[in-house]
């Protein structure tokens, strides 16, 4: 993906920030520096009206961006010439050659199946037991961090992520995005439908990762001096599989779905929505961010409610009443979101709303070897609920492919 301006939103007007930035300028002996503390915020806004490459994490596009607001500002600076300096500087590092990255953490799934290694087109995941000696800067680095793990409730299992990546900080936002995906896969498999428990406040997501996430070359030394952690961290017990193998053989089949579909970017995106979304500990969070994700499968190019509780509740025999479940999670959702309101039930929701996402994420899966579009699954789902007037919308259809039929052909 080319570096670009935001176009959707007609309001966003790079220029006025531009024109702020400029009057902070000071340029001495050929170097440019910025006068006044406001410039970071600037350049925040700035960063949100840009389209960045996937690939880059949050630390890489403010660099950039940082970089070519220097590069700029020592001569012209405005949105033209910004861009110019961007494009130049992603360029230049996507010529750079990829290298050999690991990530070690930790995840709370008992490998009791065959698998040692997961693979995928973006890397791969090995269950690997003790990590080896090549590690062992990564116990000194957390160490001399500030940062204090907390014991886990169960032995978590060791995994190592392989990426290949032209930096330290791509290579971490890749392989986060690697385990998420399956975790996101196996959480589909692997989550209660319903779960009453003691602690409301815990994270719905049964599989989850480990407190920190160190990033090694292939030598096992520390790539970065960074340590990734989970900032909200709680503590699950370990999953294990009841049935390996019918476990690994339905992961297997999602994979395969998602990687045949026509619009598998939608559903790889809406899977890193759901499970990050579950990962929370607060519920009333984690309802806003599920809808978040129901929304990215049902509607994501038009903000569109009614369409989503139409789609949704299409897939199931009583739609009217699954229509009024999901217009009462949206009354929460936008209440939450609009006025702050809390629910002490929220956890319930929560799972309300993960049947509706997995039923609907279901349903596109299954349209995967039909090679069906995105737009054409939906279509679908926005057809009439009603036996007599799908019959009559039939008809109309026979009737207008008839009229439009040349006469020598019918």
């Keep these: 993906m080319n570096m670009g301006w935001k176009t959707k939103n007609k309001n ?28 970071q915020e600037d350049l925040l806004t700035l960063q949100s009206m840009l389209v960045f ?27 033209e010439r910004l861009m110019e300096c961007l494009s130049s500087i992603v360029k230049n590092e996507n010529s750079v050659r990829e290298d050999d990255y690991l990530l070690l953490t930790s995840i709370s799934l008992k490998r009791n199946f065959r698998a040692k290694k997961i693979l995928s087109d973006l890397g791969g995941i090995d269950f690997i037991g003790r990590p080896a000696r090549k590690f ?12 204090h793990p907390i014991q ?7 995994i190592l992520i392989h990426v290949r990546s032209k930096s330290a900080t791509r290579a971490a936002t890749k392989a986060l995005r690697v385990i998420d995906l399956q975790r996101g896969i196996w959480c589909y498999l692997a989550n209660f439908e319903m779960q009453f428990s003691s602690n409301e406040w815990r994270p719905i997501n049964r599989i989850r990762l480990g407190q920190i996430h160190t990033l090694h070359k292939k030598d096992g030394l520390l790539a970065t001096s960074v340590i990734w952690h989970e900032p909200n961290f709680v503590s699950a017990d370990l999953y294990i599989p009841e049935h390996p193998g019918i476990f690994l053989k339905n992961a297997a089949w999602i994979r395969r779905q998602i990687n045949t579909s026509q ?42 409610a ?12 009583t739609p009217h ?27 319930l929701q929560c799972y309300q709303l993960q049947e509706f996402f997995r039923s609907l994420f279901l349903y596109h899966l299954r349209c995967s070897p039909e090679g069906v579009t995105f737009i054409q699954a939906n279509a679908l789902l926005d057809m009439p609920t009603d036996h007599a007037q799908l019959l009559e919308k039939r008809g109309i259809i ?13």
């Design 263 to 304: 619009y598998r970017d939608i559903l790889e995106s809406a899977l890193l929505r759901y499970v990050r979304a579950l990962d929370e500990s607060d519920q009333n969070v984690a309802l806003i961010k599920l809808w978040g994700a129901l929304e990215g499968l049902a509607s994501p190019h038009e903000q569109n």
């Design 398 to 410: 026979e009737r207008a492919i008839k009229f439009r039929t040349p006469m020598g052909e019918r």
């Design 53 to 79: 490459p996937s690939d880059l994490s949050d630390i890489d596009k403010r660099r950039i961006l940082w970089q070519a607001i220097a590069e700029a500002a020592a001569g012209q600076l405005n949105a």
């Design 12 to 39: 966003l007007k790079p220029s006025v920030i531009l024109e702020r930035i400029k009057g902070m300028v000071e340029i001495s002996e050929g170097r440019v520096s910025f006068k006044g503390s406001s410039v």
């Design 136 to 147: 062992i800067s990564r116990s000194a680095a957390i160490a001399e961090s500030a940062f």
């Design 321 to 347: 009443y699954y229509s009024q479940v999901l217009e009462h999670l949206r009354e929460y959702r936008n209440k939450s979101v609009h006025a702050g309101d809390q629910s002490e039930s929220a956890m």
């Design 152 to 158: 886990s409730t169960g032995t978590y299992e060791n």
């Design 306 to 317: 009614d369409a989503i509780v139409r789609r949704c509740s299409f897939l199931y025999e």
